[in-house]
């Protein structure tokens, strides 16, 4: 099994940042695409930021030019560098990771963290 642990969530003012870090754990042969995706209330997950493993990067137009997506192959983990956030950037961010398992390829997601952006 693979699980994947987020943090760095929190609440911080307009114009702030935020780091967030997703660690994935378990019985991994592989991490392909690791992604950040996030949920406001009322509103349908979407894609924030993803990196394949060879480092190709892909951001929502949305987050473009402040938040900046990174990964440590070594450590299984997937950083998200949150900056000069709004008070729309607030919802629930979820990690996920595209995991080559002993019997195959498996997408796996976190148990997401909250990011409030409020005065």
């Known amino acids: 099994q693979v699980q994947l642990v987020e943090s760095g969530g929190g609440v911080v003012q307009p114009g702030g940042s935020l780091r967030l870090s997703c660690a994935a754990s378990?019985?991994?042969?592989?991490?392909?695409?690791m992604g950040w995706y996030r949920q406001a209330p009322g509103k349908q997950r979407e894609l924030v930021a993803t990196i394949t493993s060879g480092g190709e990067i892909n951001y929502a137009d949305t987050v473009k030019g402040r938040f900046i997506i990174s990964r440590d192959n070594a450590k299984n983990t997937v950083y998200l560098q949150m900056n000069s956030l709004k008070p729309e950037d607030t919802a629930v961010y979820y990690c996920?990771?595209?995991?080559?398992?002993?019997?195959?390829?498996?997408?796996?997601w976190g148990q997401g963290t909250q990011v409030t952006v409020s005065s």
């Open positions: 378990g019985s991994i042969w592989s991490i392909n695409t």
């Open positions: 996920k990771a595209d995991v080559t398992i002993l019997i195959g390829r498996a997408e796996y």
